[in-house]
């Protein structure tokens, strides 16, 4: 029987106001240290937190991570005192799997409070248990009144800015929890495996930034060991612990998850590394994400082993995760004239087209984790988005974007917005076919924020060949500039129940709402 305390569990309002936090169990993990190394009770114990992912109206998937061999057990409930509570046996957490372990949810009632507690118990003694982890998420609304608001951002620990104490660690997490929203949605660079992270820093001002450091981040990751203490390392921050027990993901990944502009066959010439084929790279990490995040199409779900998918939240919204870096082409000058790899791969271009048209959603809503029409360059002569900056006619893996903007405009597929990260600054950009070079698309909208705790980079240059207009930027005038000198960045997306209006808003941590935009339901083009 798994350990039940006497004492009542926090409700979702009172994690809110911080009066009471659902991981106050947790104490800090030790940084640097491996599972077994830091078990101290006798009892499993899940320092790590827990993270529910990839909400709909009636399913879940929670992750926790124990400090030894445990079996996970969830119990939920409509209710903090957890009275008539349903059980849940999830699996036995082992060294497989860095003792980490997620658990799905099926069955679940649509619109509604979860309340949910992870309790780790002994596999040879199920009643030695640890502490039970609180949280609590919202189900997807089964009625379109309810509304949906929701924060995206990414770009965490990059740079070498990890986790100040002196400034109270990724107090950016600490702010997104508190406006409460019914999920976030990461839009990759979750870490950043190829940066490393010093204690010290020099800022051009004389300021010292001091880094939270473990073994792991004193190098370029390589070994699998190495890719998981980089996951791990973002959850040593109680901030973020705290925002994962209270607000639901969606995870997306992009190229640091692995390595700097990777692509799928690439040889490297850094000598940073021992390892130089990039696949072998990118399996270890991605075995490390999937272990690291509840993602549902890792972890079970129909339709593969697989990052991209179609993640509902309701009547109001489909959310289309993208995977715009593992079936890329390589990185070129991007002026092929025929091009079916492009940055999609064909087979997920396909599927991306046949949900969009299934799709009855009144917003489709399409995370990518690179931006359109901002010209990303990898080295001297190489692009590594979808821009290369000719403003003539689709070339390279342009074509393959010009291909999907077509098949919108030709299904009449209404309500259809972008969001990305990946360029440390944020934007809005309207895109229209009378200021393109290519004009078989409808009028749509990219919005781009990040990041969340690593520097912040001057804005690129636009391609013209899908006419964007920067409506508006924030961006630094130089290269790098840490957490300390210029506000985390993220971005909130609220669709109105009643009259299903989906508005915008490009924040900054302090609570400043830099650039707003309203978007009307039912529309081919914004």
């Not at 940055?343 to 087209?353: F, N, V």
């Not at 690179?370 to 390279?396: C, I, R, S």
């Not at 508006?472 to 790098?480: E, G, K, M």
């Not at 609570?511 to 914004?526: D, N």
Request: charged fraction near 25%; proline fraction near 8%.
């Amino acid at each position: 029987m798994p350990y039940r305390p006497r004492i009542p569990s926090p409700d979702r309002r009172t994690l809110l106001r911080g009066s009471l936090v659902a991981t106050a169990a947790l104490t800090l993990p030790v940084a640097g240290a491996e599972a077994p190394a830091f078990a101290r009770s006798g009892r499993p114990d899940a320092s790590w937190g827990v993270q529910v992912g990839d909400v709909t109206s009636s399913s879940a998937l929670v992750w926790v991570r124990s400090d030894r061999p445990a079996r996970m057990v969830v119990e939920t409930s409509a209710t903090e005192s957890f009275r008539r509570a349903r059980v849940w046996h999830g699996p036995l957490l082992g060294p497989g799997t860095d003792f980490t372990g997620t658990t799905p949810l099926y069955g679940l009632p649509p619109g509604e409070q979860v309340h949910y507690r992870v309790t780790l118990a002994d596999p040879d003694d199920p009643r030695r248990t640890g502490r039970p982890v609180y949280g609590a998420f919202r189900t997807a609304p089964a009625r379109r009144r309810d509304g949906v608001r929701f924060l995206w951002s990414g770009d965490i620990a990059g740079q070498g800015w990890g986790i100040n104490p002196d400034i109270g660690g990724y107090r950016v997490y600490d702010e997104m929890r508190r406006l409460d929203p019914d999920f976030f949605l990461c839009s990759g660079d979750n870490i950043y495996a190829d940066g490393v992270i010093e204690p010290r820093v020099t800022l051009p001002d004389g300021r010292v930034w001091r880094n939270v450091t473990t073994e792991e981040k004193a190098k370029v990751a390589e070994t699998l060991a190495e890719y998981r203490g980089n996951f791990r390392y973002n959850l040593l921050d109680d901030n973020l612990r705290k925002f994962n027990a209270q607000v639901p993901s969606v995870i997306q990944w992009d190229d640091h998850e692995v390595r700097n502009n990777w692509y799928p066959g690439q040889i490297l010439d850094d000598v940073r590394y021992t390892e130089k084929n990039v696949e072998v790279l990118a399996a270890r990490s991605t075995r490390a994400f999937r272990e690291y995040f509840p993602v549902s199409t890792l972890h079970g779900s129909p339709g593969g082993d697989r990052v991209h998918r179609v993640v509902r939240h309701g009547p109001l919204l489909d959310l289309f995760v993208l995977d715009m870096r593992t079936f890329r082409n390589a990185n070129s000058p991007g002026r092929q004239p025929d091009d079916t790899t492009g940055i999609l791969g064909a087979a997920q271009l396909e599927w991306l087209k046949r949900e969009l048209s299934e799709s009855r959603a009144v917003w489709k809503v399409i995370a990518a984790d690179m931006p359109l029409g901002l010209v990303v360059a990898d080295g001297a002569t190489d692009f590594e988005a979808v821009a290369q900056g000719d403003p003539g006619a689709p070339l390279g893996r342009e074509l393959q974007i010009a291909e999907l903007l077509r098949f919108i405009k030709h299904r009449r597929i209404t309500g259809t917005v972008w969001l990305t990260a990946d360029v440390h600054y944020t934007s809005a950009q309207h895109y229209a076919p009378e200021r393109a070079a290519f004009n078989d698309f409808a009028p749509f909208w990219e919005f781009v924020t990040g990041p969340l705790a690593a520097g912040q980079f001057p804005s690129n240059a636009l391609d013209g060949t899908f006419g964007p207009d920067r409506v508006f930027v924030q961006a630094p005038d130089r290269a790098n500039v840490s957490p300390m000198e210029t506000p985390a960045l993220f971005g909130e997306v609220d669709i109105d129940g009643e009259s299903g209006e989906l508005t915008v808003r490009l924040r900054e941590q302090g609570g400043s709402v830099l650039f707003s935009k309203a978007l009307q339901p039912g529309r081919v083009g914004q």
